[in-house]
């Protein structure tokens, strides 16, 4: 069968210049010629993609070849087709301005037959070869989508893991956010979700407990009923996991990123503002969080934990809707009732079926319709939208990870890798660029090619430890590659690895740092009540030589802070009481968060008691940006019948309560006439009372 030619569109107003073109092209290519710009447009409007070169002057009447590029560029015609420049003209700014404007090569006159034809057959098969793997990236964002849908599942497992929680959490999750957001938009245009935006919601989904790694795993796994310090001890990891995403070194205008900080931070919140960590109410709650919320309420009650059995799913649907687990949005609450037939199905069916194909298609077809797209733009932006994915990823575990290939030799390093190696993130020809062969010595570098030259396909992982230099300091690192093969008739042929390595040393600090965030409270830096708890109860077992008090204190008038200035001031003043009781007392002395504008101090004393209360207290007061400090204060002496921890929280906090009850701004210390203060309000009473 005859080959169909290339056609190639030369546009150049001198007819000899196209003459001469034509005639040393004419035998190999289809010729199409354009005496001005303007026809020159016309033809891209007439064929299109169908044009695999153009020849273009740069000095035509009506049109010159610069407005030729700025409309290709306009109308993204220059991302399928290749131009070479062809004109008389050589300065540099010329020569500047198109390549600017994305020309591909420049050739100057007079032509020489050579030339011409080397650079014609190089650029037509490299934009040949550059569209054949385009077509192949559509077959590969389904492989990709399921190795993205397993990392995020391996990140999110490690917390369900902590939480004694059935493996199946992550993935209910997962599923029943992607059902509720399609009944949603099927409902409503209201939140204006694309395709993209489901996409996007129902991956960071299964980040939205990441804080609970922090939490600690007594709290976590408790198989009663949790008392009100270990709930507010709970309720900390919607603000531990969206610090943890807030401080990854990672580009803050992620779509991903932003969506799992919005879920992980406010999934707990509620449509009538009776939710936490901020108390946001209706749609002030970005929809990603709503949805999560639902999600993940239904999910907790169908499902058996430590300490309860499962619900039914009609019992489940009856008591969210009668609003016996908190106020959802109304929309939500129908999308739930459309969707309940299906939902158990759902739950079911396989996670990567054919639905996920068609969920590709969906989004590729909706790019489609955006007039200002190409092809080739919807390519790159469904491969920009998994490069943030596999980024994330890599800033969260901070690995360096990287990709080498064979032919062309070439490694390409994670964003987060090249920023701690100070390299470039593509480096061509690695092992003759001296920064890059400065990493590691020689034998290590001959070591490791020789030991991946040495994997089969049935064997293709290696693992080791190097050393490797990086900011001018040699560390261990554990070195993970997979090699890769291309397997065909033939004998298999090594392609190249993907690889990481990790810091061991870093590994370490790292464990310490999760030690801490399990034990200080993530916003204000102080010790979190659960820590300070076990920490005072150790003191007090082994016996405390000194004489012993616990001050229980909290802010007068916080809500008021949070209402009239907002959540993002209150947490300013929360960061600043912090650092006034670190200021406060002294080396040996204890403080702690306990929740919410709660704090309290544990000391050591030999006499003075009532100074030391009466300085301490004055030091805290004072004002933050116009708001002023006022504190209320409780104080509980250990003695012969105040010997255990619970109890002397629970005489500090029922002398905190007279201290309010008596007009607030004060400090009281516990006697005997307090002790039955608390006792005769309900729980809801005394909590309102307190706040």
């Not at 509620?270 to 949805?291: H, M, N, T, V």
Request: hydrophobic share 40%.
């Amino acid at each position: 069968m005859k080959r169909e030619k290339h056609k190639i569109l030369i546009a150049d107003d001198s007819e000899m210049n196209r003459s001469i073109l034509a005639d040393m092209l004419g035998d190999e290519y289809e010729i199409i010629e354009a005496e001005n710009g303007v026809e020159a447009i016309g033809c891209f409007q007439q064929m299109g993609s169908e044009i695999s070169l153009v020849l273009l002057d740069i000095v035509m009447p009506e049109m010159d070849g610069f407005g030729v590029l700025e409309m290709m560029n306009k109308y993204h015609w220059i991302e399928d087709i290749p131009v070479i420049m062809i004109s008389a003209e050589n300065t540099a700014a010329y020569v500047e301005r198109a390549y600017e404007l994305g020309v591909t090569d420049y050739i100057s006159r007079p032509f020489d037959d050579l030339v011409v034809h080397r650079r014609v057959i190089n650029t037509i098969m490299l934009y040949a070869k550059q569209k054949k793997l385009i077509g192949m990236v559509a077959d590969q964002l389904y492989e990709k989508q399921k190795s993205n849908n397993l990392m995020i599942s391996i990140l999110s497992h490690i917390v369900e893991f902590r939480n004694g929680e059935s493996g199946l959490h992550v993935f209910h999750i997962h599923t029943l956010t992607d059902l509720l957001l399609r009944h949603l938009t099927q409902m409503t245009d209201r939140y204006n979700l694309s395709q993209e935006d489901i996409s996007t919601i129902t991956m960071a989904s299964a980040l939205h407990d990441v804080g609970k790694i922090a939490i600690p795993e007594e709290i976590l796994n408790k198989p009663g009923r949790l008392t009100k310090e270990e709930f507010e001890v709970i309720k900390t990891h919607t603000e531990i996991g969206a610090t943890m995403l807030e401080q990854i070194p990672f580009n803050g205008d992620s779509g991903l990123l932003k969506v799992a900080h919005e879920i992980c931070r406010w999934h707990h919140e509620r449509y009538d503002g009776s939710g936490y960590p901020d108390g946001l109410k209706g749609d002030e709650i970005p929809i990603s969080a709503q949805i999560v919320a639902l999600a993940d309420v239904y999910d907790a009650l169908t499902s058996e934990r430590v300490y309860k059995a499962a619900y039914s799913h009609e019992t489940t649907v009856r008591m969210i809707t009668n609003g016996e687990c908190g106020v959802f949005n109304p929309l939500l609450l129908q999308c739930l009732l459309e969707a309940s037939d299906s939902i158990q199905e759902e739950l079911q069916a396989d996670y990567m079926d054919a639905d996920n194909r068609a969920e590709l298609h969906n989004i590729a077809m909706e790019m489609t319709r955006k007039e200002e797209l190409s092809a080739s733009d919807r390519t790159l932006m469904l491969l920009e939208h998994e490069r943030i994915k596999y980024q994330f990823f890599a800033s969260i575990s901070e690995e360096i990870q990287f990709e080498y290939t064979v032919d062309p030799s070439m490694v390409i390093l994670s964003s987060w890798g090249a920023a701690k190696l100070g390299l470039k993130e593509t480096i061509m020809d690695p092992f003759h660029d001296e920064q890059f062969m400065a990493l590691a010595d020689e034998s290590t570098w001959k070591d490791l090619v020789e030991k991946l030259r040495n994997t089969t396909p049935e064997d293709p992982i290696i693992k080791e430890e190097y050393k490797v230099r990086v900011g001018g300091e040699e560390r261990w690192h554990r070195v993970i590659c997979r090699a890769t093969w291309m397997i065909g008739d033939e004998e298999p042929v090594y392609l190249g690895t993907i690889g990481k390595a990790v810091d061991i040393h870093q590994e370490r600090l790292q464990l310490m740092d999760l030690e801490k965030a399990a034990s200080h409270d993530a916003l204000t830096g102080l010790m979190n009540h659960a820590y300070a708890k076990k920490h005072i109860r150790e003191r007090m077992a082994e016996g405390i030589e000194n004489e012993y008090a616990l001050f229980v204190l909290d802010l007068d008038y916080f809500k008021s802070a949070n209402d009239q200035r907002g959540h993002s001031f209150g947490d300013h003043v929360l960061q600043y009481m912090a650092e006034k009781l670190k200021e406060s007392i002294r080396s040996g002395d204890l403080a702690a968060r306990i929740g919410g504008d709660e704090f309290l101090i544990f000391l050591e004393y030999n006499t003075g008691l009532e100074a030391l209360v009466n300085r301490i207290y004055h030091s805290l007061l004072g004002e933050y940006e116009g708001f002023r400090i006022s504190i209320s204060m409780g104080v509980a002496r250990g003695n012969a019948s105040i010997t255990d921890y619970d109890t002397l929280f629970h005489c500090a906090d029922q002398a905190l309560y007279a201290a309010k009850r008596a007009g607030r701004g004060r400090y009281c210390f516990y006697d005997e006439s307090m002790r039955d203060m608390l006792s005769v309000l309900s729980p809801i009473e005394g909590e309102r009372t307190r706040r």
